[in-house]
């Protein structure tokens, strides 16, 4: 299989000392803010844009944001790529590492001195030890050797990619038995392959004692190769749902007019109207579902594709309309 039918095709290096600094990855990070990723959300507006702009062969780097509760999630191409240890802070984390100048004036600079150069190797030890177990395995490793002899991707990357947030395996009574995370589904002639892989960063800062902190980082990895024999596809349907409001309060500013008596505060004494900045929200739902005899037991499971924002349509189809053809 040709090195341009991934997403993301490089070689690995799977060599990090202790003493080397990582490489950064080329490929954009994609990030969750701590509440997305508690109740298992899709990733940022400005990550997906940049992880769509990849997929679709679209040279564009991407920094991560320096915000406080910012969880990194890398496409692996090489190293994973690091972020400084407080850019990784958890909410909680970061309002602890915010105090710091306020409980400890005199030697502030020191501490976070400490802090930083702590949890840099912290970091780099928790990425070291997971690479070693995880193998920092690509998008071309992944493939190499697991398609069969007769099978071929299609030509048009347009038609035979799609980038999701998250799969749900629904059974019969629409109960997810298992969930895969952000990846993509990459369409063959025999088979839909879908495909995860992902390393995951977060550090965490906790004061035990007003003279003792403790500062560490999590690194976890995530590898999914999924094949569903498009035999066994007996039915799709696309949904997409979106709903978006926008609100202004209007008050009336109290003062009493030039020639009113009124000792109260009533509708007469209004001076004038103001409307307050609007508030805006949007919800959207966006998804692709397959009817499915899931491997290897044929049991009748609806295999949900939720697609990310943004969302492009066009895509969508293209890659739906090749996998009705192959289908048929």
Known sequence: MASDDLLTPSSYEPTLNDDAQPRFAD???????????????????????????????????????????????????????LIP??????PTSMSTYSLINQQHPG??????SVIISAGSAAQRSATQQNLQSQGGITYADM?????????????????????????QLL?????????????????????????????????????????????GSKSESATVYLPIPLDNIKSLEMVTNSL????????????????????????????????????TDQSATRYVRLGVLMPPWEEKTTVEL??????SLKKTTNFLSSLQHLLN
């Open 306 to 311: 939720q697609l990310p924002n943004p969302f």
């Open 171 to 215: 059974n019969l009574e629409g109960t997810a038995t298992r969930t895969l995370p952000v990846g993509q589904a990459l369409l063959t002639s025999k088979r839909l392959l879908l495909l995860s892989c992902i390393s995951n960063q977060s550090g965490f800062f906790d004061q035990k004692t007003p003279l003792t902190y403790t500062v």
């Open 244 to 279: 978006s409001t926008a609100e202004a309060d209007i008050r009336g500013m109290e003062g009493c007019m030039k020639d009113c008596s009124c000792c109260c505060c009533c509708w007469c004494c209004l001076t004038k109207w103001v409307a307050a900045p609007l508030r």
């Open 27 to 81: 490929f954009p990070a994609l990030t969750y803010s701590s509440q997305e990723r508690d109740r298992g959300g899709s990733t940022s507006d400005a990550s997906m844009r940049a992880y769509l702009a990849a997929a679709a062969k679209e040279p564009q780097r991407s920094e991560p944001s320096p915000t406080g509760g910012s969880h990194v999630v890398n496409v692996v191409t090489r190293q994973p790529q």
């Open 143 to 167: 493939l190499h050797g697991l398609l069969m002899d007769d099978e071929n991707t299609l030509p048009n990357p347009e038609s035979k990619l799609l980038v999701y947030s998250k799969v």
């Open 107 to 112: 030697t502030a600079t020191e501490l976070n």
């Open 85 to 90: 240890i407080q850019n990784s802070f958890d």
